[in-house]
T-cell receptor, first 115, second 109 residues
Framework: IAGITQAPTSQILAAGRRMTLRCTQD?????MYWYRQDLGLGLRLIHY???????GKGEVPDGYSVSRANTDDFPLTLASAVPSQTSVYFC??????????????FGPGTRLTVL | GQNIDQPTEMTATEGAIVQINCTYQ??????LFWYQQHAGEAPTFLSY??LDGLEEKGRFSSFLSRSKGYSYLLLKELQMKDSASYLC??????????WGAGTKLIIKP
């Protein structure tokens, strides 16, 4: 693995189903993030984690949950998917120990369609 | 509230120069980022400014004025591969990135 990987690449999901998007990084970054990107809107932060064992809510957390059991993995779960959660989801990580310079590295994204 | 404004779309000619502007309003400020995103791909880092002035990196330069809440990305000697969206993002007082909607840059031969 080099960088950040996400799985699946794309998914079509029936409304009401539960879904977990996976994200793994091998850069030993302490901070990780989940964003959604919708046409005409900027990236919107769903949840973040500054270090393993801690998580926080971003701008649009409703309907999503995350966990950070270790440094490398940061899964995002949709407990009961709704059509408004149709989007492209990006996972990102950064080495926030470098101070204010907080360059984020992004995974390739997961394209999710909820019908 | 927090807000990032940048033009939705711009068109330029191969070999020319283009300037993409960004204005920001955030709760505190810890720097301004520019990212490039090709269609269907992930954003990739281009530049970071925290002090006023111009940062040059090859064909790309980024400028920041903290007093005006303003930044621009300057692309020189445009190439067809520069066709992409350019995302402006400001780091707020909580060190969270606030993102603009992106500027789609179309390069014509």
């Amino acid at each position: 693995i080099a960088g950040i990987t996400q799985a699946p690449t794309s998914q079509i999901l029936a409304a009401g189903r539960r879904m977990t998007l996976r994200c793994t990084q091998d850069m030993r970054h302490n901070a990780m993030y989940w964003y959604r990107q919708d046409l005409g809107l900027g990236l919107r932060l769903i949840h973040y984690s500054n270090t393993a064992g801690t998580t926080g809510k971003g701008e649009v957390p409703d309907g999503y949950s995350v966990s950070r059991a270790n440094t490398d993995d940061f899964p995002l779960t949709l407990a009961s998917a709704v059509p408004s959660q149709t989007s492209v989801y990006f996972c990102a990580s950064s080495d926030s120990t470098s101070g204010s310079y907080n360059e984020q590295f992004f995974g390739p994204g997961t394209r999710l369609t909820v019908l | 509230g927090q807000n990032i404004d940048q033009p939705t779309e711009m068109t330029a000619t191969e070999g020319a120069i283009v300037q993409i502007n960004c204005t920001y309003q955030t709760s505190g400020f810890n720097g301004l980022f520019w990212y490039q995103q090709h269609a269907g791909e992930a954003p990739t880092f281009l530049s970071y400014n925290v002090l006023d002035g111009l940062e040059e990196k090859g064909r790309f330069s980024s400028f920041l004025s903290r007093s005006k809440g303003y930044s621009y990305l300057l692309l020189k000697e445009l190439q067809m591969k520069d066709s992409a969206s350019y995302l402006c993002a400001a780091l707020d007082s909580n060190y969270q990135l606030i993102w603009g909607a992106g500027t789609k840059l179309i390069i014509k031969p």
